[in-house]
């Protein structure tokens, strides 16, 4: 049977051929893979682009090699703080200007398209909170990086970037289409809550034309929470911040020794719904075990110093205090 390959698929063939890096070669490979007519004539074909994308996957993860150098993710990015929320969006669209704008990392924001191509974070602090951004790579209707999804994947939100003074439709299709397409979030049009957690971040609103925002939320079927911002002016992104945090759906509670102050600098953060015994675990895994009682102060509920059973129901800033046995 003739395979009937397309022209596009032998594009991707000659990338594949031209290609330098094990890197760019497993992206035409995906290409191809993608591109290929997929019939019998093919099965043959098909299997042997598989083959030789794991082989590709495997020496890229370092499988095989003893000792030595490791290949490292860069689409891993370790989690710190009290929640990670990774920045989706066509490129330009202002992403690592949030980073640049309400944290420290080092981020490279320019006025040409692609400038970041590795996923980088970045903490911000709402609050005494702090939660992790994570810049990353823009994506476009045809492209975007293999690794990416996994950063997308691990993180606890997601944020759709969407430049207000561009074309806000195509940008919001596109990031759409990337979420759903990689299942993260789901294809339902309707319950935006059964995948994964995800909102619009709607970017330099200062050069936006008027009722751009408007125009978007009415045209977009899934009901997306949208917040406003412009990380040149700083407009919005206080707001953010605290919305992130409720989103992010934690409490923060600031421990307390027998007899001293509460330490009221470095809460810890716990998901809504913990109790007193949670908290112990989280301090410290042996620590549940030998938890014999607890007091708590600044709780809704109960007055300053009250004892209160392991299984308390915390809130946001309570101090707690543990005894030990
Ligand atoms: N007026 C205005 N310009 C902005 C704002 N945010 C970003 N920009 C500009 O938009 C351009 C792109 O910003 P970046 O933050 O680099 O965009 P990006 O999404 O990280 O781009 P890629 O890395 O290519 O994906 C830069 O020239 C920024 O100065 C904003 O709030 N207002
Ligand atoms: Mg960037």
């Given at each position: 049977m003739p395979a009937n390959l397309t022209p596009q698929y032998k594009k991707a063939e000659e990338r594949y051929k031209a290609a330098e890096t094990d890197e760019e070669r497993l992206l035409a490979l995906e290409e191809m893979l993608r591109e290929i007519p997929k019939h019998k004539g093919t099965e043959h074909l098909q299997g042997d682009i598989k083959r030789r994308m794991s082989k590709l996957k495997d020496s890229l993860a370092g499988v095989g090699k003893k000792g030595g150098a490791k290949?490292?993710?860069?689409?891993?990015?370790?989690?710190?703080?009290?929640?990670?929320?990774?920045?989706?969006?066509?490129?330009?669209?202002?992403?690592?200007?949030?980073?640049?704008?309400?944290?420290?990392?080092?981020?490279?924001?320019?006025?040409?398209?692609?400038?970041?191509?590795?996923?980088?974070?970045?903490?911000?602090?709402?609050?005494?909170?702090?939660?992790?951004?994570?810049?990353?790579?823009?994506?476009?209707?045809?492209?975007a990086p293999p690794g990416l999804v996994n950063t997308y994947r691990a993180a606890d939100l997601l944020a759709i970037v969407v430049d207000l003074s561009g074309d806000v439709l195509e940008q919001m299709d596109v990031c759409v289409k990337y979420l759903v397409s990689h299942n993260l979030i789901l294809d339902e049009g309707g319950d935006a809550h059964l995948g994964r957690k995800t909102f619009v971040i709607a970017a330099k609103t200062d050069i936006a034309p008027p009722g751009t925002l408007q125009s978007l939320q009415e045209l977009t079927e899934r009901p997306f929470e949208y917040i406003t911002i412009s990380s040149t002016a700083g407009q919005g992104l206080d707001m953010l911040m605290r919305r992130i945090f409720e989103m992010l759906d934690v409490i923060r509670i600031y421990a307390k020794k027998p007899g001293a102050e509460p330490d009221m600098k470095e809460p810890f953060t716990l998901k809504r719904g913990s109790n007193v015994h949670d908290l112990a675990y989280h301090i410290h895994r042996e620590l549940a075990e030998k938890l014999k009682t607890a007091r708590a102060w600044n709780s809704p509920k109960i007055h300053d110093g009250q004892n209160v059973p392991r299984d308390h129901v915390l809130c946001d800033k309570e101090i707690i205090e543990l005894h030990f046995g």
């Open positions: 290949h490292v993710d860069v689409f891993h990015v370790p989690k710190s703080g009290a929640g990670q929320v990774a920045l989706v969006g066509m490129p330009n669209s202002g992403k690592s200007s949030i980073l640049a704008a309400i944290t420290h990392a080092h981020v490279v924001v320019a006025d040409y398209p692609f400038a970041t191509a590795v996923p980088v974070p970045g903490m911000a602090l709402f609050e005494d909170v702090p939660i992790q951004l994570v810049d990353a790579p823009p994506i476009t209707a045809d492209f």
